[in-house]
């Protein structure tokens, strides 16, 4: 009888804790339905053109964007939006770090900070966003200057 219950503790699944386990599942899964989503998608359009039907289905269309002051505003400042949201993202990072009880030695506390928190996702969410906001005021302060 020891053994049989030895054997069943050896064998129980990890029940996934914390909310990073739960949203590691969920991109994996939404990873895989986009992949089997346009790989599904190709294959009917493969199958449309080659039985001759691509111009009923539109499928050839070429969808060119109007080189409207609006579209070509938008794509001015690339290299700024994307140096603004690294830079707020690396911001988030050194907070958190600061914030984190493992800084002061106690590795328990660490723990619990890390893997059973969601502060940690929302600081860096918070400080992305402010990198967002501000590449959109200066985007829209430089256009009315």
Known sequence: MHLLSHLTNT???????????VMMVAVIFYAIFQVLKNFTDFLLRRKIIRAGHFDSAGILDQKIPSLTTESQESNKYPSL??????????????????????????QDNYQNFMHNSMLPFGIEL???SLGFITYF?????????
């Open 11 to 21: 064998l129980k699944l990890k029940i996934m804790k914390g909310p990073f386990d």
């Open 81 to 106: 939006k994307w140096g603004l949201v690294a830079f707020f993202g690396g911001i988030g990072f050194i907070i958190i770090d600061q914030m984190s009880p493992g800084a002061v030695g106690n």
């Open 126 to 128: 918070v400080s992305i």
């Open 137 to 145: 005021l200066i985007v829209n302060f430089s256009k009315k200057i």
